[in-house]
Structure formats: structure tokens, C-alpha cells
């Protein structure tokens, strides 16, 4: 099991819940007290800016209640090819997966 997977919590479970309806492909968990953070990986983000891919996922973002929604500081939306590629996203798919200690 990946160190991120046990800092899911019920929260984060109802955002990856809410997300695979569209997104199979949805990583949630809460980083520290004040941070989540969101993977989405899907067939679609490809070759799309990250404002396409952003755009993709908004309507999903917006019904999750407001508190919840502030608390997403991460949202890293790849396509399935970016993550055997080097470049600022896959850096961002690293510090998801193995990220620094949080100072909260």
C-alpha cells in the first residue's frame, strides 16, 4: 500500500467516489489539516493544456460541498502517457505519491 493511500480519509473517499463517476481514475487524500490532494488520470487529458483538463473536471469540483472544495490545493489532472514521461507534471505525480512531510 502507497503512504498516500492511508491518509484517506471519509472525505476524500466521498471526492474520489464523486470524481469516478466520470473519471475511473481518481486519487484523493488529505495531505495535513488544511490541503487535499486530487489525481485524476484519464485517456481524455491527452494533449489538452491543463486548463482544457481543468475545465474537464470543474462541473465535478463544484459539487463537492465549498469547505471541501477550498481544502483541494492539488489538483493534478494527467494523461495515462505523461506518467512514464519527465516533465513538471510527472513532478507533481511524484510529490503525490511520495511527498515531503507536511509542516502542519
Known sequence: MAEWEEKKTEETRKIESLFRTEFPHTDAYRFNSASIR???????FEGKSIAEREAMVLPLLKKLPKKTRDDVLLLLTLA???QRTFNS??????EFEQSLPSRL
Open 38 to 44: 486530487v489525481r485524476v488520470i484519464d485517456d481524455r
Open 80 to 82: 495515462p502517457s505523461e
Open 89 to 94: 507534471q510527472t513532478l507533481m505525480n511524484l
